[in-house]
């Protein structure tokens, strides 16, 4: 048993010429901009393999915005998970149903592919239905205020 590398073909291995930091840019990138497409599914592509998205530095301004959505959605996240929310948890799940091929873990071979977010976007049906939910009770609640006042 042998450790897992890497594929030595570009075609394989999209971050093969990426130093560390580029890496982690890229990567951070891509799992904001899949956030984003699962929820506001754009300009989709079927093919997103090497040199579709360029490597990013932390200089990036794409990067910068990617980092302070997710660390925004995070932190809220957590506030929520300590509420006892639906919106924590559902972050949570995405974050964990997603984590298997978003290549922090291993290269998986594809920076980024629309159905490696099918799994994950059931995390975002929740936080819909939440926030359908939330609307619903809203409207009940001044219906029921309405219909005292007359």
């Known amino acids: 048993m042998g450790k897992l590398l890497a594929s030595e073909e570009i075609l394989n291995n999209p971050f093969m010429f990426a130093n560390g930091l580029e890496s982690f840019a890229t ?8 956030t984003v497409l699962t929820i506001i ?7 997103y393999s090497y040199n579709h998205f360029r490597y990013l530095n932390i200089e990036s301004i794409l990067f910068i915005i990617s980092f302070v959505f997710l660390a925004g959605i ?4 957590i506030i ?11 972050w949570l799940l995405f974050i964990i149903l997603y984590s298997i091929s978003t290549n922090f873990v291993i290269e998986i071979g594809t920076p980024l592919a629309e159905r490696l977010l099918f799994l994950p976007s059931i995390a975002i049906c929740f936080i819909i239905i939440d926030l359908l939910l939330k609307i619903e009770q809203k409207k ?3 219906d029921r205020k309405s219909t005292r006042l007359n």
């Open 74 to 77: 995070s932190l809220l996240s």
């Open 27 to 34: 990567k951070t990138y891509l799992l904001a901009y899949s």
């Open 140 to 142: 009940l609640y001044k």
């Open 41 to 47: 599914p754009f300009k989709l592509s079927h093919d």
């Open 80 to 90: 929520s998970l300590r509420k006892k929310n639906i919106l924590g948890f559902s």
